[in-house]
């Protein structure tokens, strides 16, 4: 019998001494209750998304002498743990350090190699370079090590074999994050391993974001991959979150035993830090207590647990427990404002309410309404006086040319709008959130950061967007929740949640009479999803043929009729054109502008979506199948 | 005798429509004037610098279809090009399509292959994952392709057999921006291909973008390598601009054949689109004619250039011919009137100056000089009325809980300087540059830039930081070199020169009183540099080591002594430990935000320089070293 301990720490990335002093308190909790073995995550030392600072040597060599301290405590017990590994001087190609995303296993002072390995560690193989990783930017994979060594990567791999004593022994299949990966690829280490060696047991270190739907993916593609290698499999990962500048991520630990046939055996609490202990019977090859598997939870409540996880964390990193939310009476703020409300005592938390003439009367009671639901502090601060101080200031100002008054300038109506948005922000939020001693946010939704349905310095403003990563129809489903489920009363006001959503920036934009944003959520929400979350990232060249098809709303998976919509052909065009435009063109520079997002999906605006300033493109297809479509349907 | 179009093309990222008219254009008029080979560059139907739309199978089908039409354009000429190739739904590891980044030779309407090679195209095998670059996270190399196919990778390699009929015929040596890398790697192409099949010529197509001292670092490498492999070669480079959302980086060209010996034989004019025509004798192996070399550039010149090349094609990309600059009379933004007064009609400018009580007479009148000398549009827009505007505002605000009055707000002295910054650029210049018809611009520099010395939504607001990848002594060079070299007059004020930089926010940043800004410039342009550019990114741990052993100055290049600066240790330390607190700190917070930088150095901040939001860290030696000479200095 083997007693074990899964660490499932909060990383802190970037602060290597804090993560070593937690790994050794667990180290010590473990020996003192008697356990074999410790695992600890991927690069449980020096964190994993801490962007550039893998280039800074003396922050390499400081991890690499933590582990070495790991291993001055591994007499009595056997430690695993993910950190950077190195070899002293040794450059790349390009001149950086040589490092290597490691595994190490460290029994009785010494680390142990997997055999047929030329280091005491366990090299990961398969390194993501998509979506917000970039492994090889930093990272020499296993796959570089044979190719130099002119061998093949197979004859690198093995298992690492401990002794525990007492007669007790296991051959480890280490793997690093290398759960999810397709069954084909002929250097899968899992598979590989799994086929030449019949490891006793896999161990799995990760540092894995969490995305909606995560643990019941990994359940099934990991569970599969087990059931073919036929080992119990112990899965560590993290809790914490860390970010890559432009995206915040939340880290759910789901940390996890599975059997041999591949079933969760034992699981920890998501975002709960935990030192969960387990026992493991190396002759019969099972687990054997405890036995405890969490209920699957439904995407909004997946999403409320993970932003809820995600704002306390980034708060409590960056040392502010108190936030100013600029509120309108509609749903975006009404949702942000009950969001921190879960999380932030009522007296840390304000609201302000800034309208100009065209604000309703009902989205200002709506937003006082809100206030006085959650029982937070309530401002209202009026754009009026400004906006006119600029109008006149800018309308009335002298311009110049040497000597000569030339000419004056004009406001319209469209830059009066973005005039509104800057002056809630940036003079306003900015300064009482300054006053008030905390920060800003920004309650901005997917679909209009899709398209840039916002102003720079404006409403796309903030110290983050908790939001960002919702499409709108994930919006309404989270007030309702948060409604429901979390408050157990109508926080947010029914209004907010039934009114026209509107920017309420122009007397075109009166919610009284209807008139709102043009953005039509149920379809637009999906055709930008397309754009932005399909794996092969459509353009209008796969729309238009599927909408000629007749397939579009299954391919996007809308359930509104767009031929209701659009009733010709030219409309539906037009509106693809116009969105299409935005997305790939303006909306860029925005973004790029914009507050970092708190990602929740498998695909988030920022260093997840990379995106240059291009001009927007039609392919050479979509040009004659618009043609082909005119001609025949007009 | 063979006749070479080398075609040094404006590549348009994003739009293969535009290249490959352009190419076609190139293609004929080779053709006409008798040339048995056209040469384009790397990536020179999709562009390089595209971001994730690298993941749009619409987009990569889009561009080989384009290539399929060049081939059919061969059958007189042969032509080499850059493009992205693909396996027919074929998918990689993680479910991506599966790309090359590959040069194409066309010939006979064929496409010729490296004899060893499986495909019809030469690889690129050392992908960048480095600064700007994440090859990997897009191509698969041709190491991996070896991997799979359970061989090594110099199986795969072999150079180009070409025919040109006439008894005319070469090997190339195929390389793709392979230039400069260490020459010791096992696999590298070229040395390899030289050694192992001695081709007549090497052909390298690049898409490599510009930076400081780049052409005579390449000269000097990459002929080193030519003389090694006694080969004549021929480089080809694309101009235009690229960005990666936070970078935008302008390509020189610069392309250019080698001897044999590895000495410039002919150069192609930086930054100019061209086609060049070179004769090259197949028996001599000697390129005959014409001879033509350019004279390398100073820094500061090479640094005017490529930002005047930048902002005139920024401009033109995003379809702006008007900008707005604040004016304060300091440099910064003198620097950045006169650069766009070296690109545009002194009427598509206008200087804005925008005085609160602090700003002294002195600077205002420098920013008069200064439009008038540049004989631009200006005005001046106050922002003392909004101050008292948003006082009044903020300081009368009733803050409710409930029904009950709570508190009100203050303002201290340093939110009413950011307050000023916001109103500058989100209220004032933001309004301005739409009524204008046209953008406004950050004026940043690399120093403030470094430390996050700006303010959010205020002077760290703008469409582009033209220069904030300047440290502050490239800024006073290059406002003398405008002065002297282009303007041949002081457009520049000797007064915003000469005067103490200041930010002129308070009554303590009094320029009268020579009070100015907190940034020593002469020591820490250089300090920061070495957080920054330095390879191994030296953090305060190295910079006390040397401290210590008096090699600070020469380590980091400064040429004041810290010695004068800070007379006692611990002086020194509170400042260095000052600014990286900044620098890795709260500074990134701001820098997720700001505008994309027009970048020149070996590492600028954005998607070149990728940082996460961390807390500053203090390595254990750092501690260490601190408490020996805190305990024995002092």
């Known amino acids: 019998m083997l007693n074990i301990a899964l660490a499932q720490m909060n990383i802190h990335a970037g602060d290597p001494r804090y993560n070593v002093t937690v790994m050794k308190k667990n180290i010590a909790q473990a020996k003192e209750i008697g356990c074999d073995m410790i695992i600890f995550p991927e690069l449980a030392i020096p964190g994993y998304l801490i962007g550039d600072v893998w280039d800074q040597q003396d ?14 405590l591994s007499a009595d017990i056997t430690i695993v743990f993910g950190n950077v590994a190195c070899e002293s001087g040794r450059v790349n190609l390009d001149g950086h350090l040589r490092k290597y995303n490691a595994m190490f296993v460290a029994r009785n002072k010494e680390f142990l190699s997997p055999h047929a390995s030329p280091y005491p560690f366990y090299i990961k193989t398969l390194l993501p370079n998509y979506r917000e990783f970039s492994d090889s930017r930093y990272f020499t994979s296993l796959l570089e090590v044979a190719q130099e060594r002119h061998i093949f990567v197979e004859d690198l791999f093995s298992p690492i074999r401990v002794d525990f004593g007492n007669n007790r022994h296991l051959t480890i299949g280490p793997l690093i994050c290398e759960d999810s990966w397709d069954e084909n690829y002929p250097f899968k280490p899992m598979s590989f391993l799994g086929k030449q060696y019949s490891p006793d047991m896999f161990i799995n270190i990760s540092n894995s974001p969490f995305t909606l739907g995560k643990t019941q993916r990994r359940h099934r593609l990991f569970g599969q991959s087990i059931k073919k290698v036929h080992a119990p499999t112990l899965y560590v990962n993290c809790t914490g979150i860390q970010n890559n500048g432009k995206n915040i991520y939340t880290f759910d630990g789901s940390s996890c035993t599975y059997t041999k046939e591949g079933n969760p055996h034992f699981e920890c609490q998501p975002f709960e830090e935990e030192l969960a202990f387990v026992q493991y019977d190396e002759i019969s090859r099972t687990f054997t207590s405890p036995k405890k598997t969490n209920l699957p939870k439904k995407e909004t409540e997946e999403i409320y647990t993970s932003l809820r996880y995600g704002i306390t964390s980034f708060l409590s990193s960056i040392g502010v427990n108190k936030v100013v939310i600029g509120v309108s009476g509609g ?23 800034m ?6 009367s009902i989205t200002k009671d709506l937003a006082k309404t809100l206030a006085d639901n959650i029982g937070c502090l309530y401002t209202v601060i009026p754009v009026q006086d400004s906006l006119e101080l600029t109008r006149k200031q800018i309308q009335t100002a002298e311009v110049y040319s040497g000597e000569k008054k030339v000419s004056h300038l004009e406001l319209t109506s469209f830059i009066e709008e973005n005039i509104q948005a800057r002056d809630r922000s940036s003079r306003i939020l900015a300064a009482v959130a ?10 901005a939704n997917k679909a209009e950061t899709a398209v840039g349905y916002a102003t720079l310095y404006g409403d796309h403003a903030g110290y983050l967007s908790a939001t960002a990563d919702l499409w709108k129809h994930q919006m309404y489903a989270l007030a309702v929740y948060l409604n429901q489920n979390v408050f157990h ?26 008139q709102g944003d043009p953005i039509i959520y149920p379809y637009h929400d999906y055709l930008f999803a397309s754009f932005v979350e399909n794996w092969h990232r459509v353009t209008p060249q796969s729309i238009l043929q599927w909408y000629i098809d007749g397939t579009l ?39 790029i502008q914009s507050p970092p997002i708190l990602s929740i999906s498998r695909r988030s605006f920022g260093y997840d979506l990379r ?17 082909q479509l005119l001609k025949t349907k007009v």
């Open 59 to 72: 922050y390499i060599d400081e991890c690499v002498a933590f582990g070495e301290e790991l291993r001055q």
């Open 331 to 353: 749903i975006d703020s009404a949702v942000n404002a009950a969001l921190y409300a879960a999380i932030l005592p009522p007296s840390q938390i304000m609201l302000v309410n």
């Open 355 to 360: 309208p100009s003439c065209y604000n309703s």
């Open 434 to 443: 300054a006053s008030f001693g905390g920060v800003f946010t920004c309650n």
């Open 489 to 514: 009363r109508d926080v947010i006001p029914k209004g907010s949640i039934d009114i026209v959503p509107s920017a309420e920036l122009s007397a075109s934009q009166d919610i009284a009479k209807g």
């Open 553 to 591: 709303e299954e391919h996007i998976g809308c359930s509104i009729s767009v031929h209701t919509l659009f009733p010709t052909a030219k409309e539906f065009i037009d509106d693809l054109e116009r969105w299409w435009k935005l997305v790939s063109g303006f909306a860029v520079a925005k973004r």
């Open 611 to 627: 995106e240059a300033q291009l001009k927007p493109y039609y392919t050479t297809k979509y040009v004659s199948l618009k043609e």
